[in-house]
């Protein structure tokens, strides 16, 4: 039984999908920053997810299954910044405004930041269930003849 | 494995719950890549798992079960109509999850199932008291 594995699986998912949420939350905290430490305004930030294939303690076990029945979990590559371009307010009064009197506020769209979050917090949930039910399905193989 | 004692459902339904097992892992892994672009949800099909885990590993008389040859490579099916999202994604979630707790439930009962022989054998060996 590979009960370990499945859990990897899940937590690498759990923790993917974590860092898609610190990525959210740092892009929702800096929706209006004008100054970075590169220049210029805030860019919104993307996680890119990948699946991967899982190295476990039975991965001897399981390449005699075939590279192709190993299961796969999820890794963030990358993260990427959006190269939409900034959007353009009229403040002649901001210091960062420019010669014709418009500030260039970060690309980040709150409401979509906010259905991305929704997104990202019921695909944790989904996972955390699949863990539920596979500490059930150990707990069940544990008691057998008990 | 032969003799009285241990009767090939106990072998059978070890060997069912082994492949219950890993398409547990296999849904778990669907579940996990929900948001990962072109990933497609793969699946196990029970009955020629079943099957092949038969065909494959039963021990002729005689032999000893440690002679057995490796387990036999899982059978992962894609279903190639499943509608892919914008990202190439075709892990649809209300059915992994649904497929995923069917799947336990078996898992479940067959365990129990397991669970009441051995105590069954017990209670033989050990008489009523």
């Known amino acids: 039984m590979e009960i370990n594995s499945t859990l990897a699986v899940s937590a690498s998912a759990l923790r993917a999908e974590r860092m898609r949420l610190d990525t959210i939350a740092s892009n929702l905290a800096n929706a209006n920053t004008t100054r970075t430490p590169e220049g210029g305004p805030y ?7 990948e699946a991967e294939k899982f190295d476990s303690p039975f991965a001897d076990t399981l390449a005699t299954l075939g590279d192709e029945a190993r299961p796969e979990g999820v890794a963030v590559t990358d993260v990427i910044e959006d190269p939409t371009p900034p959007r ?13 009197g418009y500030v260039a506020y970060p690309n980040v769209n709150s409401m979509l930041e906010v259905v991305d979050l929704m997104a990202a917090t019921r695909a944790y949930e989904a996972n955390v269930q699949v863990i539920a039910a596979t500490k059930r399905l150990a707990e069940a193989a544990l008691s057998i003849g008990a | 494995m032969g003799g009285m004692l241990f009767d090939p ?10 492949i219950h ?8 892994a669907n579940v996990a890549n929900v948001e990962t672009p072109h ?22 008389p005689g032999e000893t079960p440690g002679d057995e040859a490796p387990p036999p ?13 914008a990202d190439g994604n075709t ?4 059915f992994e999850m649904a497929k995923l707790t ?25 008489g009523t008291r």
Not at chain 2, 103 to 126: F, H, K, M, S
């Open chain 1, 43 to 49: 860019k919104r930030r993307e996680v890119v997810f």
């Open chain 1, 88 to 100: 353009m307010v009229y403040e002649p009064g901001h210091p960062d405004a420019n010669a014709e």
């Open chain 2, 9 to 18: 459902t106990l072998d059978g339904l070890a060997r069912a719950l082994t």
């Open chain 2, 21 to 28: 097992q890993r398409r547990h892992d296999v849904l778990a």
């Open chain 2, 39 to 60: 990933y497609h949800a793969r699946d196990v099909d029970f009955a020629s798992a079943l099957k092949r885990a038969f065909d494959t590993q039963t021990t002729a």
């Open chain 2, 73 to 85: 490579a899982l059978p992962l099916t894609e279903d190639p109509d499943a509608p892919a999202r």
């Open chain 2, 91 to 94: 892990v649809d979630i209300d």
């Open chain 2, 102 to 126: 069917a799947n336990g439930t078996d898992y479940l009962a067959l365990a129990r199932i397991l669970g009441r022989r051995v105590t069954l054998l017990r209670q033989a060996i050990e």
